[in-house]
Structure formats: C-alpha cells, structure tokens
C-alpha cells in the first residue's frame, strides 16, 4: 500500500516530499522522480541524482490525507507517521491556488480523487 501512494504521488507534477525533524528540513519535488523498491526500502529519485531519500517500509504505520486551514488558504497534504505517531513524511501539492489566491479546482480533484482512492485514513 505504501509504495502505491508514494508511486501515485511522484507521478503527479508539483508536489513537494519533506522530510522533517527538529535539526534539518529535506525538500524534493516530485516531478519526474523514479520509485522503486528493493527489500524494506523504498527509493524515490535516482541514487546518482543531485537529490533522493530512503523510506523503510516497515516503519511507516499510518498515512493520513489532511486539508489543513490556512488564514488565507487551505494546505493539502499526505502525510505518513511511524508507529509513535511522529511525522516521517509529508507529500504537500504545491500550487494551488493562483495569484488572485483562487483556489485551483483541477488540482484540488487531484487530490481529491488520490483520497478517496486510498481513503482519508490509512493503517498499515
């Protein structure tokens, strides 16, 4: 299940991968990067590229899909915790909303579309 979500994420153009902790921040953006999966671990962008992360399989435990209200906007992420709860990564779309701040509905069903899918809340 895992590998799926990520493989249908990276193959949408303008989202942003972080990785996060309380001494450094990683960004990637999705567009164009290789998936792939070998054992426990899953590999998004090429391992010679300027930019690539690892994510155990095993430790990921829940993925939640979150619309989180903004004083201006809403954000739209998939975000994915292990098993204490803690966000290991987060998959923003980017580029919502034009620059009158108009919410972009083809994005938005995108995103839509890549929950229902899968589900709101997924345990793993």
């Given amino acids: 299940m895992l590998f799926e ?32 999966q070998r054992e426990n671990w ?14 155990n399989n095993e430790m990921i435990k829940s993925i939640e899909f979150i619309q989180e209200k903004k004083s201006e906007r809403t954000s739209f992420s998939v975000r994915f915790f292990d098993g204490n709860g803690e966000r290991v990564l987060a998959a923003f779309f980017t580029k919502m909303y034009d620059d009158q701040k108009n919410l972009n509905f083809a994005r938005k069903k995108v995103y839509e579309d890549l929950c229902k899918k899968y589900g709101s809340i997924i345990q793993i």
């Fill in 5 to 36: 979500i990520l493989s249908d994420l990276v193959k949408i153009d303008d989202i942003l991968l972080i990785v996060k902790n309380t001494s450094a921040t990683s960004e990637i953006k999705s567009n164009s990067l290789n998936i792939k």
């Fill in 42 to 55: 899953i590999t998004i962008g090429d391992n010679d590229g300027p930019a690539h992360m690892h994510i």
